[in-house]
């Protein structure tokens, strides 16, 4: 079984090859999944937005697939549809349980999200959790202080 501390030194790792702040890739793993790696929940809201649409075109026949990318799955809580528009090929969203896929995938999400709010890692908070907290880049960046080397 992989140690808390080994988790963090695995996403400190997996954030500087993203030249990201590792301490703020840390501090959204905790806030996300209290660092468990299998964390998982469903977001049918998600759901109901943004795949039924896909099923209903028939983009989406797989009803196993469909429901598994409204989930947010692993450390960073990466919700299955993102992963998969972000090029995740894993045959099973499940794969994302494993730190060391769902950390990478994650990170390269968020640095996506920090291009897309043209570099204002606040914004990018926002995008991260779909804007429905406005205290989330609060909590995270409180969080990734203990983070900090």
């Given amino acids: 079984m992989i140690t808390q501390a080994e988790l963090i030194a695995l996403a400190k790792q997996i954030a500087a090859?993203?030249?990201?702040?590792?301490?703020?890739v840390c501090a959204i793993c905790e806030r996300e999944s209290s660092?468990?790696?299998?964390?998982?929940?469903?977001?049918?809201g998600f759901y109901d937005r943004y795949v039924a649409p896909q099923v209903?075109?028939?983009?989406?026949?797989?009803?196993?697939?469909?429901?598994?990318?409204?989930?947010?799955?692993?450390?960073?809580?990466?919700?299955?549809?993102?992963?998969?528009?972000?090029?995740?090929?894993?045959?099973?969203?499940?794969?994302?349980?494993?730190?060391?896929?769902?950390?990478?995938v994650g990170c390269g999400v968020l640095e996506r999200k920090i291009a897309a709010a043209e570099g204002s890692v606040v914004n990018a908070l926002l995008l991260w959790n779909g804007g429905s907290n406005p205290a989330y880049p609060k909590d995270v960046m409180l969080l990734a202080r203990k983070y900090q080397a």
């Fill in 35 to 44: 660092w468990n790696p299998w964390a998982m929940r469903y977001e049918p």
């Fill in 56 to 104: 209903a075109r028939g983009q989406l026949p797989d009803v196993t697939e469909a429901r598994a990318r409204a989930f947010s799955w692993g450390l960073m809580q990466v919700m299955g549809q993102v992963a998969r528009e972000a090029g995740f090929s894993g045959n099973s969203l499940a794969e994302l349980c494993d730190p060391a896929k769902g950390i990478d």
């Fill in 17 to 24: 090859q993203h030249n990201l702040w590792p301490e703020l």
